[in-house]
Nanobody
Framework: QGYLVESGGGSVQSGGSLRLNCAAS????????MAWFRHPPGPAREGVAV???????TYADSVKGRATISRENAKHAMSLQMNSLKPEDTAMYYC????????????????????WGQGTQVTVSS
């Protein structure tokens, strides 16, 4: 069975940092791509960062230079380090896993991911 469990969210002031963690089952940790999405109030869920088994990482323009995604397959874990946080980073953050191969053009599509965690809230105050 697959599962994903997020942790590490919280409330920080603008300019602060947070590290989000995602614990995965052994089955889920073998996914081709694992990603972080976020769902701010109102707008749709959006991709933040993706790490895939082909060694590539992809970041949304809104977080480039401020976020680092990493994956430790041996520990069945993935994390997202976010620095210089802004109020617009406020959202529920979700860990996701895509079991099949996901081409580079599709890695921020919600429909490409089969498994999702319950989310962890990040709130950034100005």
């Amino acid at each position: 069975q697959g599962y994903l469990v997020e942790s590490g969210g919280g409330s920080v002031q603008s300019g602060g940092s947070l590290r989000l963690n995602c614990a995965a089952s052994e089955y889920t940790a073998s996914s081709y791509c694992m990603a972080w999405f976020r769902h701010p109030p109102g707008p749709a869920r959006e991709g933040v960062a993706v790490v895939c088994s082909d060694g590539t990482t992809t970041y949304a323009d809104s977080v480039k230079g401020r976020a680092t995604i990493s994956r430790e397959n041996a520990k069945h874990a993935m994390s997202l380090q976010m620095n210089s946080l802004k109020p617009e980073d406020t959202a529920m953050y979700y860990c996701a896993a895509g079991l099949g191969v996901i081409g580079p053009a599709f890695r921020f599509l919600v429909t490409e991911y089969n498994l999702w965690g319950q989310g962890t809230q990040v709130t950034v105050s100005s």
